[in-house]
């Protein structure tokens, strides 16, 4: 039985993949620290249904336990929101267009203080040009 060489294409394929495997874990720990320090948060909504994605910042700057339930629908999310700070309004106009968006606004914490935050998102359109999904990020 012969040994596999360096040439096989099996080889080759699991190698790129524990490359890629390590790769991935370098840059997720990187962007961590990033979001620690930079007190960052990620997200994306669907722009047609408006379900969406969090990552554990997002559910803090929102005052959400982020173990305790999935990613609160946009309408919950929203109520948090100054009312005076019109984001969805912003937010909503900006889902008809694939483009770059931001907004300033204030979220009500459940002890009754207030964060600020800066938030920057994309409208991504599909190979058409129509929105397909939107992502973001949120500046504490």
């Known amino acids: 039985m012969s040994q596999p060489s360096d040439t096989d294409p099996l080889q080759q394929a699991l190698a790129e993949v524990a490359r890629l495997q ?3 874990r370098r840059l997720a ?3 961590d620290m990033a979001q ?3 007190r960052i948060g990620i997200w994306e909504r669907n722009p ?3 379900e969406g994605r969090w990552d554990e910042h997002v559910f803090r700057f929102f005052g ?3 173990s305790a339930s999935p990613t ?3 309408g919950v999310a929203s109520q948090r929101i100054l009312a005076e700070d019109r984001l969805d309004e912003a937010f909503l106009a900006s889902l008809g267009r694939p483009g770059v968006y931001s907004h300033r606004y204030r979220v009500r914490q459940p002890d ?3 964060k600020h935050i800066h938030s920057h998102w994309r409208v991504v359109g599909d190979a058409l040009g129509r929105p397909d999904r939107v992502i973001g990020v949120m500046l504490d």
Request: no cysteine; net charge negative.
């Open 22 to 24: 390590a790769e991935n």
């Open 112 to 114: 009754g203080s207030l």
């Open 29 to 31: 720990e990187l962007l």
């Open 36 to 38: 620690d320090f930079g």
């Open 48 to 50: 047609h249904t408006l």
């Open 64 to 66: 959400f336990d982020a």
């Open 72 to 74: 609160p629908p946009f």
